[in-house]
Every structure is written in structure tokens, then in C-alpha cells.
């Protein structure tokens, strides 16, 4: 048995840290969003056992490690499946380490397949549970499109799809630890926050301006060297009119929002001479289940 599904990228439209839990991981308020920007995920089982996973990426683990891996393992247990040896294949388009839930994605839509391809018919509330044990970022990725998310990352809200428009991405060639960022908040002191209250009536009356004035990543303020590139990508995507700029997710890619197509392509090639990786996509609306 063999399926092949679209993983799309998520972007931050907002991200803010409420407080530190009991268990060490905070409880964020973020509006998320899917993009066109996709990796493209093959699942293949037969009988035999075993898992690996091919990115076609040297630096990616090829094993039980790897978060695609992890989501199959995870379904297997829920399922009481045993028997299959399951090949991953991924062909990444999305940059790794890089803010767009590149991992999270790969494993949601692994979750995703293996239910379609095993007829488990398991409703998305549970799949986004199983995928809460592979990662936060994971329960929002079942499905995508436009949502609130709160908590660890397990509390869901559809929101009103984001009005049309263009969103250029754009990753500076540094890393950014998630873990070394989340260490550097101390949530008593964030200085600024996101209007997310804001954000998400602005959606409900569509209007993308009010959206895209009011995104902010709290995680913007405790940058330190990697604050330099980030702001220079900012500063030139407003230059070409974004009509709002964020650093996505725990960065350091930063995205921009536009509402004339000409804008948007005028800022992606003028990011281009300059950034290796930049990306021209739209939004991505919920994925339907039957
Ligand atoms: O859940 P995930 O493996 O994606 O999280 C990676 C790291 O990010 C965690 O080990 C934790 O340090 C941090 N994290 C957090 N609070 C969250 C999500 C992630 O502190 N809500």
C-alpha cells in the first residue's frame, strides 16, 4: 500500500508566551496558519517490519528518530498494528529549522495517511491528540488552515480563513535554537505582545490590514545576534509594502503580508539577491474530512 499527501508549512500570524507550566513547557496563545509552501510525504507499507525515512537530506535522521518515523510509531501503538515495514519518503521543500513547522508537518500528514490507508477512521480530534506526543506544533498541523492555538499547542479554535493574500517568506542563513529561545523568556517581563484579541476580529470582519498591523512573536524581543537579519528582511519587506511583517514560530524566518500580487513578487525578487531561501506562497485553507 502506497499514498502520497501534500504537508503544507505553518506560519505564525502571531505568537505569544503566557506562562511557564508545572511540566516545563509554556502555554503559548498563537493564530496560526497554513501556506502553499509543501513538502510532498509518500507512505508505503508492507508486510515485514521495521521504518525509515528518506529526505534525500544527509543531516536528517533516517530512523525511529525522525519525527515522520515517530508519528507512524505512534499511530501503530494506537492502532495495535503490527506486521508492516513502512518506508517514508520526503521530498522537502520546506526549509528545516526554520519557523514553518517543517517536522510537525511531515509527521501530521504521516498521521494523516496511515488512517486513510489502515481505514482507522480516527476522528481529527484523536489524531491530534496521538500527535501531541510527537510534538507541540503537531495537533495543529492534522488539519491547518486558520486557528487559534492555545495551551501546549493541543487547544484548537477555527478562526475565519484569512482574507486572500500573498506571503513572502524569507529565512536568514543562521540558526535559532527553540529551546535556547524559550529559555530567554522570562514571562513576567515580555515588553510587547501581539493583539491577538485583535487579530482575531480583524479576521472575522476580513480585514487583512487590521490582521497584518497587529501580528508580533514575542520571541522577536529576545533575539540577539540573529536580530540583525531578521530586521534587515523586515525593513525590506515593508520597504515593498508588506502590509505587515513577523518572525514565524521560534524563527529565525520572517514572512510578510500583501494584498497586491505585484507587491509581493516585487519583494520576493528584490529578497532573492540577497537570501538564498525565500519562498512566494498563498494561504491554505482547512483540510476537509469525509
Ligand atoms: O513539543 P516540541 O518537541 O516541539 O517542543 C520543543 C521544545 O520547545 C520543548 O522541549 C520545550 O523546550 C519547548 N516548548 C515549550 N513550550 C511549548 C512548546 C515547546 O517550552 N508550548
Redesign the pocket.
Known amino acids: 500500500m502506497t499514498e502520497t499527501e501534500l504537508a503544507y508549512a505553518k506560519v505564525n500570524i502571531s505568537l505569544d508566551i503566557v506562562s511557564k507550566m508545572a511540566d ?3 502555554y ?1 496563545k498563537m493564530v496560526m496558519q497554513t501556506v502553499s509552501l509543501a513538502d510532498e510525504v509518500t507512505v508505503e507499507c508492507v508486510p515485514g517490519e521495521g521504518i525509515s525515512v528518506e529526505s534525500g537530506l544527509p543531516f536528517l535522521p533516517r530512523d525511529k528518530r525522525n519525527i515522520a518515523a515517530k508519528a507512524a510509531i505512534a499511530f501503530f501503538k494506537n492502532q495495535g498494528i503490527t506486521g508492516y515495514k513502512t518506508k517514508i519518503n520526503i521530498k522537502k521543500n520546506i526549509p528545516v529549522c526554520a519557523g514553518l513547522g517543517g517536522g ?1 508537518v511531515d509527521g501530521a500528514c504521516v498521521l494523516r495517511i496511515l488512517n486513510k490507508m489502515f481505514g482507522a477512521k480516527l476522528e481529527v480530534k484523536e489524531l491530534e491528540e496521538i500527535g501531541l506526543e510527537i ?3 503537531v495537533p495543529f498541523c492534522i488539519e491547518g488552515g486558520t486557528k487559534f492555538v492555545e495551551g ?2 493541543e487547544i484548537l479554535t477555527n478562526l475565519m480563513p484569512m482574507p486572500k493574500c500573498h506571503i513572502v517568506i524569507c529565512k536568514p542563513p543562521i540558526n535559532c535554537s ?2 535556547v529561545l ?1 529559555n530567554r523568556i522570562k514571562c513576567d517581563k515580555i515588553r510587547s505582545r501581539p493583539d491577538t484579541a485583535g487579530i482575531i476580529v480583524a479576521l472575522e470582519q476580513g480585514d487583512l490590514g487590521g490582521v497584518a498591523r497587529r501580528m508580533y512573536n514575542v520571541f522577536e524581543d529576545v533575539l540577539t545576534k540573529e536580530s540583525r537579519a531578521v530586521m534587515d528582511i523586515k525593513n525590506r519587506m515593508q520597504d515593498k509594502a508588506a502590509l505587515g511583517t513577523v518572525m514565524t514560530g521560534s524563527g529565525p524566518s520572517v514572512i510578510g503580508i500583501f494584498d497586491d500580487e505585484a507587491d509581493a513578487l516585487c519583494a520576493f525578487e528584490h529578497l532573492r539577491k540577497r537570501y538564498k531561501e525565500c519562498y512566494l506562497t498563498q494561504t491554505t485553507e482547512r483540510l476537509e474530512y469525509s
Do not use: A, I, N
Request: no cysteine.
Open positions: 516545563g513547557y509554556h503559548m510537525s510534538g507541540s506544533d501546549r499547542g527553540t529551546p524559550f
